[in-house]
């Protein structure tokens, strides 16, 4: 893969992922019912809510940084310790 392409992928993956999750987070459930002992999610929320969503989000972060850092590693070098392993 060519750098343009990668470059593209690092653009556009973590946007579309990012309108996937962003449905998820505005439908956290906002608290839990302590009289009727169930979590309840009557209505979604603002999923930019950071003290009911952060760690949704974190997650989000978490898993582009890993994307990043897999799609961006040098893999020539890692090639070159494999051949030398080898023989």
């Known amino acids: ?3 343009k392409q990668k470059l593209t992928l690092a653009i ?3 946007i579309i992922i990012f309108f996937i999750v962003l449905p998820i987070v505005s439908s956290v459930t906002t608290g839990y019912d302590y009289l009727k002992g ?3 999610a009557t209505h979604t929320h ?3 809510d950071w003290e009911q969503t952060w760690y949704v989000w974190m997650f989000y972060l978490i898993f582009c940084c890993i994307f990043e850092y897999k799609l961006f590693a040098d893999k ?3 090639d070159k310790e494999l051949e030398g392993f080898k023989k």
């Open 1 to 3: 893969m060519n750098q």
């Open 12 to 14: 556009l993956i973590p």
């Open 38 to 40: 169930r979590y309840f």
């Open 46 to 48: 603002d999923p930019f």
């Open 76 to 78: 020539k070098k890692k």
